[in-house]
């Protein structure tokens, strides 16, 4: 059980372009999911948390207009990365919350984009 | 401010025993954990520590002491597939993780 899918799991998107990522807890309900950014051979970087049927909180220095969240039901966070650009290449992963259990944290397998 | 240490990067040979220390300094104290984190993929979790003293599972053994705000992941019997980086996460009182940097393992045969 406490499964997490991402899709896509890589996407390649030319410059100026938007790109949405999905994040979806299979087998359980997440009032809670986090989107997080690695840059190579760096740690995880948490961008945004998001909260069914609310706003997202956004992490000093990331930009909540470029980086659209989404958390419309208990199983499925949207992040769309609008206007990309090269420097916004990078793995992006999500993660769930089981509701029934506040501290465990669940990973989905990372979306890899490139922006040319 | 909130802070997690953990060393960089360690070399241990196959069959050895490593231990991968994390300090932490977080507002309130929820628990710590420990992912597993092999490159390309998003991390794995390992353990949890809430309460002082040690948890043992298979192979893998995380300690905590509250106190000195202080935890180890030990690996028994290292196998070359636990080459991988190992990332340090304390919880604060608002239930978010505060990541380390993570120890990046390399096994040598």
Known sequence: GAVVSQHPSWVICKSGTSVKIECRSLDFQATTMFWYRQFPKQSLMLMATSNEGSKATYEQGVEKDKFLINHASLTLSTLTVTSAHPEDSSFYICSARDTQVDYEQYFGPGTRLTVT | ?109
Request: with cysteine.
């Open chain 2, 1 to 109: 401010g909130q802070n997690i240490d953990q060393p960089t990067e360690m070399t241990a040979t196959e069959g050895a025993i490593v231990q991968i220390n994390c300090t932490y300094q977080t507002s309130g104290f929820n628990g710590l954990f420990w992912y597993q984190q092999h490159a390309g993929e998003a991390p794995t979790f390992l353990s949890y520590n809430v309460l002082d003293g040690l948890e043992e599972k298979g192979r893998f053994s995380s300690f905590l002491s509250r106190s000195k705000g202080y935890s180890y992941l030990l690996l028994k019997e290292l196998q070359m597939k636990d080459s991988a980086s190992y990332l340090c996460a304390a919880m604060d009182s608002n239930y978010q993780l505060i990541w380390g940097a993570g120890t990046k393992l390399i096994i040598k045969p």
